[in-house]
């Protein structure tokens, strides 16, 4: 079967082997330093710089991520370009180096650093999942009474913050021109659900240039790939998936500048520019895009019940989208939903923490009612999330600019929130880079299924439902091929059960 060629080996990503393991029985601790999003203050901003100055340079005094030893694609998909590094910015990078060295020679530790000493955060030696990679914060071996056991000093830890710091952070910006014939020139206070959306997408394009291995570090050139990748996200009509083009692409949808939108909007807005700059082939930044599918109910929604992934649809959307060049494209499978009416539905919360072990996982638009964020991570009952809350200026990345400062983009602070607190409006991503990919997605999804207790997040079939709500269909999945029910409609053994699952879609 044709298809898109990987641009990157990718060993994690290709991995079938899971090493750690997240119970469905129950989710009891935490790793983090902030406690759930908001609106950042002046004296927010000062705490946030002072670790921002001090956090990347201590990654290497610690050691480096237990993922280098798969890490030659990222070495392979490094520019051959090079830059200088300015004297005065090595000089700074080094004194921080050394400011840490001297914290840990006087008894110091990570924990200090990342300012855990706080009271009232607990730091777990539980293992942390992040978009499918299994971070194993206690080791065989470790001693309780050792000074390993503190957690933040661990090889595994380290390892979770330098991916975690990697990801893509687009937060709130001040000072972009004029969306369309409003005089909106920042997002501060309605924008935040476009801000996380925009990173989930980003983060899928880094999938897809670059493989899950990718890690930013500074001590390297920045490869004009990764800004390409910033670029198209740009606070400028001339940026593809700038704010700018998603509110105008999600006109018909409700999205207009100032007023917040919900998640399945957002999905669909999602589709229909990415649609439409698919047509732009010239550009170079969008000749290689991953197309984006919604998995969304029977008749789209309208008679409600879980999102039913037909992988017929999803074949043909890959084709169309293609043209017709190749039978399957990278895809970006966007699922919204809403798991309940004023919080999440308890039953749904061990499922929600199970796609994070999908090497496939791009994590949660979600976050606290009326909050969106980026959640990217859980590690008992906590979620690890991305808060584009904070309010920075504009940035105008160019494509060819490898000198460009791009510490706006990232963030070095850990936070969390309550899995069980997040808004039941919410939408999960998965990103398949060729079609062997997407069966193995199939084929975890469908574990999934069989221990949900009738409730799933969502179902796969082979074709659309037929209509009677009962009837069976086989997945295409080469790796698993039982039966399942459609479950348009959630089990009706009882008005109790019904009365259960608060299933609507926006």
């Known amino acids: 079967m044709k298809g898109f060629q990987g641009q990157n080996s990718d060993p994690i990503h290709n991995s079938g082997k899971r090493n750690c393991n997240y119970s469905l029985n129950g989710i009891p601790g935490s790793v983090s330093s902030e406690a759930g999003p908001s609106a950042s203050s002046s004296k927010h901003h000062k705490s946030v710089a002072i670790w921002s100055g001090i956090w990347l340079p201590a990654l290497s005094i610690f050691g480096t991520s237990n993922l280098n030893n798969n890490n030659s694609d990222q070495k392979s998909s490094c520019s051959s370009s090079t830059r200088k590094k300015s004297l005065s910015g090595r000089n700074y990078y080094e004194g921080w180096r050394a400011a840490v060295r001297r914290v840990m020679m006087n008894g110091g530790s990570m924990r200090r650093i990342l300012g855990f000493n706080k009271p009232g955060i607990s730091v777990s030696n539980s293992d942390i999942w992040l978009l499918g990679i299994c971070y194993k914060v206690a080791q065989e071996g470790d001693e309780l009474n050792s000074s390993s056991s503190d957690p933040t000093q661990r090889e595994g830890f380290v390892a979770f913050v330098e991916d975690f710091s990697s990801l893509i952070l687009i937060t709130y910006r001040k000072g972009f021109d004029p969306i369309g014939d409003s005089k909106f020139t920042s997002d501060v206070h309605w924008g935040c659900m476009l801000r996380s959306c925009q990173m989930l997408v980003a983060q899928a394009f880094i999938f897809h240039k670059f493989g899950r291995s990718w890690r930013k570090s500074l001590h390297k050139p920045l490869d004009q790939s990764y800004i390409e990748v910033l670029q198209l996200f740009g606070d400028s009509m001339d940026s593809p998936f700038s704010i700018h083009n998603l509110l105008q692409a999600g006109k018909s949808y409700g999205l207009a500048p100032g007023s917040w939108v919900g998640p399945y909007a957002m999905c669909r807005t999602w589709e229909t520019l990415v649609r439409s700059k698919r047509e732009d082939n010239e550009n170079g930044g969008l000749s290689s895009m991953m197309a984006i599918y919604v998995v969304s109910g029977d008749e789209d929604g309208e008679r409600g019940g879980a999102p039913v992934l037909c992988v017929q649809d999803i074949s043909r959307h ?82 060819d600019n490898v000198d460009a400062d791009t510490s706006s983009y990232h963030s070095n602070v850990v936070r969390h929130i309550p899995l069980d607190s997040i808004d039941p409006s919410l939408a999960i991503g998965f990103y398949c880079k060729d079609k062997s990919d997407f069966d193995d997605f199939c084929a975890r999804a469908l574990e999934l299924i069989d221990q949900s207790n009738g409730a799933p997040l969502f179902t796969i079939t082979e074709t659309r439902s037929s209509p009677n709500p009962a009837a069976r269909h086989e997945t295409l999945s080469d790796n698993a091929t039982r039966e399942y029910d459609s479950i348009d409609m959630l089990p009706t053994d009882g008005p109790e059960d019904c009365a259960q699952d608060d299933w609507q879609l926006l």
């Open 318 to 399: 890959c084709f169309e989208f293609s043209r017709g060049e190749v039978d399957w494209t990278p895809v970006l499978m966007l699922v919204p939903l809403v798991l309940g009416l004023d919080k999440v539905n308890p039953r749904y919360l061990p499922l929600l923490a199970a796609t994070f072990t999908f090497p496939q996982c791009l994590g949660i638009l979600g976050g606290r009612p009326g909050a969106s964020t980026y959640i990217v991570g859980v590690q008992d009952e906590k979620a690890f999330y991305l808060d584009p809350h904070e309010v920075q200026q504009v940035v105008d990345i160019k494509r």
